[in-house]
């Protein structure tokens, strides 16, 4: 059972464009969404998380919005660029102050930024 | 410092063969997990542990499947016997062990069984 449904499994966008990826989830007890990226050949990495408390955390170019109520929530990724070309997982996790930092991670959007 | 450490980086070998997959985690890190990434099913969680004690192996798909963690700094994954659908990315990724700290993933271990 999938714990975070993530759309769309592939993302092409013009550089410069705004790539719009979408997650959402059903357990409530969730309070810690972040989001990784993946280039080829490496594994995943942070590239930036939200708690519940906030309804939009912003870091340069990239925005996680987050909407409690319909348990959903999506990164943009404003003036995209070819190197921004990547896989990106959304993912979540539950009880702050858990001695487990286990994470569920969607299925992934593949994106590609063409020049 | 040094990230997640994995080993080996590709491995090639025969259906039937045993392979082990090792994995030394971040200094201080006191969770350590084991994901496998293939295109049908995405990042699946295999295994974790906290401090070296295994909390959840529901993911692991089979008996051919053990992981161990004898001491804070080295965890293996083995697989034995090795089948082809077990081809895959394996990944090791430890954290602080604190709902909201960053998961740290190494580079993968790339297994193909032919």
């Known amino acids: 059972q999938q714990q975070v449904k993530q759309s769309p499994q592939s993302l092409i966008v013009q550089k410069g464009g705004i790539s719009i990826i979408n997650c959402a989830y059903e357990?409530?007890?969730?309070?810690?969404f972040p989001w990784y990226q993946q280039f080829p050949g490496k594994g995943p990495a942070l590239l930036i998380a939200i708690r519940p408390d906030v309804s939009e955390k912003k870091e340069g170019r990239f925005t996680i919005s987050f909407n409690k109520s319909a348990k959903q929530f999506s990164l943009h990724i404003m003036d995209s660029q070819p190197g921004d070309s990547a896989t990106y997982f959304c993912?979540?996790?539950?009880?702050?102050?858990?001695?487990?930092?286990?994470?569920?991670f969607g299925r992934g959007t593949q994106l590609t930024v063409w020049p | 410092d040094a990230g997640v450490i994995q080993s080996p980086r590709h491995e090639v070998t025969e259906m039937g063969q045993e392979v082990t997959l090792r994995c030394k985690p971040i200094?201080?890190?006191?969770?350590l997990f084991w994901y496998r990434q293939t295109m049908m099913r995405g990042l699946e969680l295999l295994i974790y542990f906290n401090n070296n004690v295994p909390i959840d192996d529901s993911g692991m798909p089979e008996d051919r499947f053990s992981a161990k963690m004898p001491n804070a700094s080295f965890s293996t994954l083995k697989i034995q016997p090795s089948e082809p659908r077990d081809s895959a990315v394996y990944f090791c990724a430890s954290n602080l062990g604190f709902s909201g700290n960053t998961i740290y993933f190494g580079e993968g271990s790339w297994l193909t069984v032919v």
């Open positions: 993912a979540a996790s539950k009880g702050r102050g858990s001695t487990l930092g286990r994470l569920y």
């Open positions: 357990n409530t007890a969730f309070d810690y």
């Open positions: 200094s201080g890190h006191n969770s």
